[in-house]
């Protein structure tokens, strides 16, 4: 069965050719050279990865690298995403890129199941027990769980969230600052991953990476 991206390798090698910088980033990054490249040329694509030759400074011998496409390309269509995609990751991994700025927040859908457990855990903290004048039937099943639980889980529990979430919304933080959002903007930032975590930090991160890959179509 023929290939369509190894049909185009031709084309989209002396297309590459015009990017050293990006050929130059992947041999570093997902070649794993470690050296000083000097220069990259893609040799051949296909769906299932490319071939890079690339030189190390203070020498003219040509070397090989492997680049393996993770999952495999479905099709010709999905080479310039993937290729994109490679170079944000490549050059934010190297330090080789400009971090583009965030400027609004956003909630991820997802976040509604992280709310809803977080609040069923409070629920369970501080349902009052019957012979509390704040007891209702509706804090039953609450304070029954609470009570059922060995006596460390709930404490450990809170410190263990407490410190996690705190550790989460100073990433966020340092985030913030390197992709130069606005005083409201990161606050609601680190106060939602504070309070709902790692769900805010999945979707900041997708907003940079897909800001990087913008950044760089508008460059081209």
């Known amino acids: 069965m023929s290939d369509p991206v190894a049909d185009k390798s031709t084309w989209l090698c ?12 992947y041999v570093r990054h997902w070649g794993k050279v470690h050296a000083s490249v000097a220069s990259a040329q893609m040799k051949t694509i296909s769906s299932k990865g490319m071939a890079l030759a690339y030189t190390i400074k203070g020498s003219d011998a040509k070397h090989e690298a492997w680049v393996e496409f993770d999952p495999p390309l479905a099709g010709y269509e999905e080479v310039k995403p993937r290729l994109l995609s490679m170079k ?30 977080v609040g069923f855990f409070f629920y369970t903290v ?44 100073f990433y966020v933080y340092t985030l913030c600052r390197k992709h130069r959002t606005s005083f409201a903007v990161g606050a609601q930032y ?22 990087r890959i913008d950044s760089i179509i508008k460059g081209q």
């Open 14 to 25: 002396m297309y590459m050719s015009n990017h050293p910088d990006t050929l130059v980033s």
């Open 88 to 117: 944000v990751d490549a050059e934010e991994a190297l330090g080789m890129s400009t971090a583009p700025q965030i400027s609004e927040f956003h909630l991820p859908q997802n976040t509604l199941i992280t709310a809803a457990m």
């Open 126 to 169: 501080y349902a009052p027990p019957p012979s509390s004048p704040y007891y209702s039937p509706m804090f039953k099943a609450g304070y029954t769980l609470r009570e059922a639980l060995p006596s460390w889980v709930i404490p450990s529990s809170s410190v263990f969230m407490l410190f996690m979430h705190s550790l989460e919304a």
């Open 190 to 211: 680190v106060a939602a991953t504070f309070a709902l975590g790692f769900p805010i930090i999945q979707e900041l991160r997708r907003r940079i990476h897909t800001a």
